[in-house]
């Protein structure tokens, strides 16, 4: 092998390990951007939306609404990575929402907040 080819090896496999690690910490930082979900309710249909894993607040929100896919969907509740949401609704239509670390405490709060007799929870989101 000639003294170019050596050179040309060298630098190639330089510059194979330094790009290496940056790849390597490219990932995690990934890893670490929080991911939020949503719920959004039909007050006059009682129909409800769910949305997780979205890039965006926003986002979550305004899937949560298309999913729910009635004109007066609203998006109540928005979480983001480690949180969980529940919306309740009484036999009278009033409506509760709560937020927690986990999902039976957040269904637990959301009947809890409830003005209404008799609230039943009607859906619940985590965001991993």
């Known amino acids: 092998m000639n003294s170019r ?8 496999a330089t510059a194979l390990a330094t790009a290496a690690p940056t790849i390597a910490f490219a990932a995690p930082a990934l890893a670490d951007s929080p991911a939020y979900g949503a719920i959004a309710i039909s007050e006059s ?3 409800t939306g769910s949305s997780w894993n979205f890039d ?3 986002d979550a929100r305004s899937a949560a609404v298309d ?4 004109s007066d969907c609203y998006a109540y509740v928005t979480v983001e990575s480690g949180w969980c ?3 309740a609704r009484a036999s009278n239509g009033d ?13 637990a709060n959301a009947i809890g907040a409830s003005s209404g007799p008799n609230p ?4 619940s989101v985590c965001q991993d």
């Open 5 to 12: 080819v050596r050179q040309l090896i060298r630098l190639t």
């Open 45 to 47: 249909t009682g129909i």
């Open 56 to 58: 965006s607040a926003s």
């Open 67 to 70: 999913y729910c896919d009635i």
């Open 85 to 87: 949401a529940a919306v």
């Open 95 to 107: 409506w509760s929402w709560a937020r927690a670390s986990n999902r039976a405490e957040a269904t």
């Open 120 to 123: 039943i929870v009607q859906t």
